[in-house]
C-alpha cells in the first residue's frame, strides 16, 4: 500500500511542476521557477520509492499516463486550451492504458 501512496505523491508533485512550469514563463518568474525544481525533485524521489517494488515500466507507464490525463484536464480547466476530438480521444486510450494495467495486471502487485 505504501508503494501507491509513494507513487500518487510522484504523480501530484510532477502535475504541480509541470503546471508552474507554464506560469515560470521559460524561467524568467522566481517563485514558479522554484515550484518546477522542486515539484521535479519530489516527483522523482518518490518515484524511485515506488520503483523499490513496482516494475519500472509499470510504475512509468501509471506516472506519465495519470499526469498527461491530469495536466490535460489542468490545461483546459486553467489555462483555457482547447481539445479536439482526436486530442481527447487519445487522452481516453492512455487513461484506458492505465486502468486496464491497474484492474487486470499481474505485473504490478496488488
Do not use: C
Not at 1 to 16: D, H, R, T
Not at 48 to 54: D, E, K, Q, V
Not at 62 to 76: E, K, N, R
Amino acid at each position: 500500500m505504501k508503494n501507491w501512496i509513494f507513487l500518487s505523491i510522484a504523480i501530484f508533485s510532477e502535475v504541480i511542476a509541470t503546471s508552474a512550469l507554464k506560469e515560470s514563463e521559460n524561467f524568467s518568474r522566481l517563485g514558479p521557477s522554484l515550484l518546477v525544481v522542486i515539484g521535479y525533485a519530489v516527483s522523482f524521489y518518490f518515484l524511485a520509492l515506488t520503483l523499490r517494488t513496482i516494475p519500472v515500466g509499470i510504475a512509468y507507464a501509471i506516472w506519465s499516463g495519470v499526469g498527461i490525463v491530469l495536466i490535460s484536464a489542468i490545461g483546459w480547466a486553467v489555462f483555457n486550451q482547447k481539445l479536439d476530438t482526436p486530442a481527447l480521444l487519445g487522452i481516453s486510450l492512455i487513461l484506458a492504458g492505465v486502468l486496464t494495467i491497474n484492474l487486470f495486471s499481474n505485473s504490478v502487485g496488488h
